[in-house]
């Protein structure tokens, strides 16, 4: 150093977390030059995104992904970072920290940022073994390891952090009861309507639910073996998360003299009652409020930067808050006010119970004041941003629940993401407070084409990935489409890989990898257990490539795969045998009748695909009542599958004056050939026995329309919301033909499409006359493509439903999660 330059004032941090740091990041992009740091964390690791540790429990994320400020930072800047030592003193006169490792140091300005502690209840049983947090990466380690061993966890507290938990136990293969206090889940973020919507959709995930339910006891002698609720039930459990809420971390500021209150009091300065110290984030008390989301830490860093920086002017103030569930598939968000708070205020709903979807607006005279979203989140950024603004709505007010694009923005891009009207203050990636401006000028600054390289240098999207529409639309509005997609890559087939999907599947065979575990230690896969995108296509690849050789893994399954039936609203399950071509018998019809009385089934209604379905079935009732059916001969009719679920028919020629063949019978003798069959998605055929087309095969996967001449076969249909007709194959003469072509049809739709693609988007993808050319036109190929699928088929012609009933296979699936007390 330069004898004659200024001495540099030192800088201490206390608490190495997500807003400390990045105080300190922003303070170095400010003011590089002005402070020699010292960082001290209890944790023996560098920054980490504490926001991702739900992911990294599902399995979603590696430790090292979730990385905010590798080591490397922190020596690159001439921080000294001092892990695994808390501070454990603070002489505020002398200007002096200890730590627990008996270093002493002093400071001329010192920043708290001591976070906070989970709350635990008074209650018994608090200190057993198998009784844990979900508050950092010891606790996601806790976990992770009781799940390898444990069948059975409950997580006490059905909000944010809690329902996070119990997702991620649940894709750790554990089966999971929630405890909540409340009658309803995230009371705090939802409303009634909405959060009615989410515990229904986590109950169809098979999470179970005990809510107005007051934990009074967790019982056990060595360690934790379940909870007793207040009312008696007892909910049994191998491990039990506390995730009920957090207290700001005062206790070395309250020993210190500093003020304190719930939180470490601060001003719009974010200094305390002692002028040299600062706090930030979750341990701080501004304005009577204390804080446990991310966007206001963000806000806090900045000011409290600034101020470092010797800004005098910069101040804080709470931004709107705002809530994202980090639960795959489940959108929900959440900000501002939840309900009018008296008769001046509006509310607009919107409820679309067909689709899933539920929005309220909360108007404060022509003034947005809160949100709450369910099911389509696209538009809560924009509303965000209209709170944050104090907008005034009186012109958008009949169309505003309808979403920007609605209310007028450009139709022209996605709902609900309009670049152009965006703020460049705009807050875009909450996890890591990223704004469009800073992505705009980044994506400028460094000629950035790709989402990857936006990822890389800004972070956003990089996280738990929810605002990865509105960081690609930013892009194209930069850069152009074109450019955006100059790459040309098909999609990553999740955020562990770059290889798409088809890449995987060449290699898989190419390399010979009988293994999931091969396939992502070949293909450098960035988490080591992979994720819940990537496990169940690559157990549906494997098994597709290696009859026989690899064995099905049930935990890389949906919940209906794993239990053999489909999980319905309420939690129950619906049943649904097989008929053969939609035929039965009186002995049949008997045996399902005796097994609905005998078990209280409460409904029994014939289905779409000429079945029966007994639905209400408890999941513990159902391997006895398989067990009742399969002695009637019945076996399971895999209506819960990506597999075959039907092959509808019409009565054909036998009885029909219309009839042109027996589409009966060839259609029974298709379902035999073809059931049990695992497909990248369910598979629906049907079998006309004249063009009238009673048994609609035109919009089927796979349709047969008898004619006198023989048989038409179709493909590529599909009945549901964007209904496709079929495309036509080959006519051809023979049931045989038939039989050999349906074979070579699916074989191929299964080593060629991608996992959770039907066969129309897969069609549309590869074209109708690719499909042509490989079964009808190669006729050695379409015999080999048979042969193949004819092989497979005879190592998953098992009846599940027997394997359960008869020899229990996967009985921890079926047991009852609570007990009365």
């Known amino acids: 150093m330069d004898m004659h330059s200024p001495r540099r004032e030192r800088l201490i941090v206390i608490g190495n977390g997500m807003a400390g740091m990045r105080t300190v990041a922003e303070l170095l992009e400010r003011a590089p030059a002005r402070f020699d740091i010292t960082v001290f964390g209890a944790e023996p690791h560098p920054n980490y995104n504490r926001i991702l540790l739900s992911a990294v429990l599902a399995g979603e994320k590696s430790l090292d992904e979730i990385v905010i400020n590798p080591r490397s930072w922190y020596e690159e800047n001439g921080i000294d970072l001092i892990a695994g030592d808390p501070v454990v003193s603070l002489d505020a006169a002398a200007g002096v920290v200890r730590s627990a490792g008996g270093r002493a140091l002093a400071y001329d300005r010192l920043l708290l940022a001591t976070g906070s502690k989970p709350l635990a209840p008074p209650i018994p049983g608090l200190d057993l073994p198998g009784v844990c947090a979900f508050r950092d990466i010891a606790d996601v380690e806790t976990m992770i390891a009781a799940a390898q061993h444990g069948r059975r966890a409950v997580v006490i507290g059905g909000g944010l952090l809690g329902l996070e938990a119990a997702w991620g136990l649940k894709r750790r293969g554990m089966s999971v009861a929630v405890v909540h206090l409340m009658p309803t889940l995230m009371e705090r973020q939802l409303d009634v309507a909405a959060a009615q919507l989410l515990q229904r959709d986590l109950d169809k995930r098979g999470i179970a639910f005990f809510t107005n339910g007051q934990t009074e006891e967790i019982l056990g002698g060595e360690r934790a073996e379940g909870v007793r609720l207040a009312d008696g039930r007892e909910v049994p459990a191998d491990l039990v998360v506390l995730a009920i809420g957090i207290r700001p971390n005062i206790d070395l500021a309250r020993k210190a003299g500093i003020d304190v209150n719930r939180g470490i009091l601060v001003g719009d300065d974010l200094r305390t009652s002692d002028r040299r110290i600062f706090a930030v984030g979750e341990c701080v008390e501004h304005n009577g409020q204390v804080f446990g989301l991310v966007a206001p830490l963000w806000e806090q860093a900045r000011i409290c930067a600034a101020r470092l920086a010797g800004d005098d002017g910069a101040a804080y103030a709470t931004p709107p808050l705002f809530t994202k569930l980090k639960i795959t598939g489940?959108?929900?968000?959440?900000?501002?006010?939840?309900?009018?708070?008296?008769?001046?205020?509006?509310?607009?709903?919107?409820?679309?119970?067909?689709?899933?979807?539920?929005?309220?607006?909360?108007?404060?005279g022509d003034r947005l004041v809160g949100a709450v979203l369910y099911g389509d989140t696209a538009d809560g950024s924009w509303y965000v941003q209209l709170m944050r603004e104090g907008a005034d709505i009186a012109a958008l007010r009949d169309r505003l629940v309808f979403g920007q694009t609605a209310a007028g923005g450009d139709a022209t891009v996605p709902a609900g993401i309009d670049i152009a009207a965006m703020a460049e203050d705009a807050q875009v990636c909450g996890c890591n407070g990223v704004s469009k401006g800073r992505i705009c000028r980044t994506i400028l600054d460094r000629n950035l084409t790709t989402l990857e390289d936006v990822r890389a240098h800004t972070k956003a999207s990089a996280s738990c990935g929810q605002c990865t529409g509105t960081v690609e639309a930013i892009l194209v509005h930069i850069v152009g489409a074109e450019a955006a997609a100059a790459t040309g890559r098909e999609p990553a087939l999740c955020p562990c890989t770059e290889h798409g999907h088809d890449a995987v599947r060449r290699a898989i065979g190419e390399q010979k990898l009988k293994s999931m575990a091969a396939v992502r230690a070949a293909l450098g896969w960035k988490a080591a257990d992979g994720c819940h995108k990537c496990r169940p296509a690559l157990n549906y690849y494997l098994l597709c490539a290696w009859p026989g050789e690899y064995g099905d893994d049930p935990r890389s399954r949906f919940v209906n795969e794993r239990v053999h039936a489909n999980i319905q609203k309420d939690g129950t399950y619906s049943v649904v045998p097989r008929m053969w071509g939609g035929l039965t018998t009186p002995a049949e019809l008997r045996a399902i009748a005796d097994a609905a009385e005998k078990h209280r089934i409460p409904t029994v209604k014939v289905t779409g695909g000429q079945r029966i379905d007994l639905l209400g079935v408890r999941k513990e009732q159902l391997p006895a009542v398989w067990a009742d059916l399969n002695r009637a001969?019945?076996?399971?009719?895999?209506?819960?599958?990506?597999?075959?679920?039907?092959?509808?028919?019409?009565?054909?020629?036998?009885?029909?004056?219309?009839?042109?063949?027996?589409?009966?019978?060839?259609?029974?003798?298709?379902?035999?050939?073809?059931?049990?069959?695992?497909?990248?998605?369910?598979?629906?055929?049907?079998?006309s026995g004249c063009p009238r087309n009673c048994a609609e095969a035109t919009i089927k996967d796979l349709g047969v329309i008898c004619v006198e001449a023989g048989y038409d076969i179709v493909v590529g249909g599909n009945g549901g919301v964007e209904v496709r007709v079929t495309d036509h194959l080959v006519r051809v003469a023979s049931?045989?033909?038939?039989?050999?072509?349906?074979?070579?049809?699916?074989?191929?739709?299964r080593e060629e499409a991608r996992y959770l693609e039907r066969t129309a988007p897969w069609i549309a993808r590869v074209g109708i006359d690719y499909v042509r050319q490989r079964i009808v036109a190669d006729a050695p190929q379409r015999r080999a493509l048979h042969r193949r699928f004819l092989h497979s088929q005879e190592f998953v012609q098992v009846d599940p439903w027997a394997e359960r009933a008869e020899r229990g296979v996967e009985a921890h699936e079926f047991a009852a999660l609570g007990r009365a007390g």
Not at 341 to 363: C, M, P, S, W
Not at 643 to 657: A, I, M, N, P
Request: net charge neutral; glycine share 10%.
């Open 330 to 364: 489940v959108d929900v968000f959440s900000a501002g006010a939840l309900a009018a708070a008296d008769n001046a205020d509006d509310e607009i709903t919107f409820h679309d119970a067909k689709r899933g979807v539920y929005k309220k607006l909360v108007l404060r």
């Open 633 to 687: 001969g019945l076996v399971s009719g895999h209506a819960y599958a990506k597999g075959l679920r039907t092959v509808k028919t019409c009565v054909g020629s036998e009885w029909c004056r219309f009839g042109t063949q027996d589409s009966t019978g060839l259609g029974v003798r298709i379902e035999k050939m073809c059931w049990g069959s695992w497909t990248p998605h369910k598979v629906k055929l049907a079998v």
């Open 735 to 749: 049931e045989a033909d038939v039989l050999e072509h349906v074979g070579a049809f699916l074989q191929l739709y």
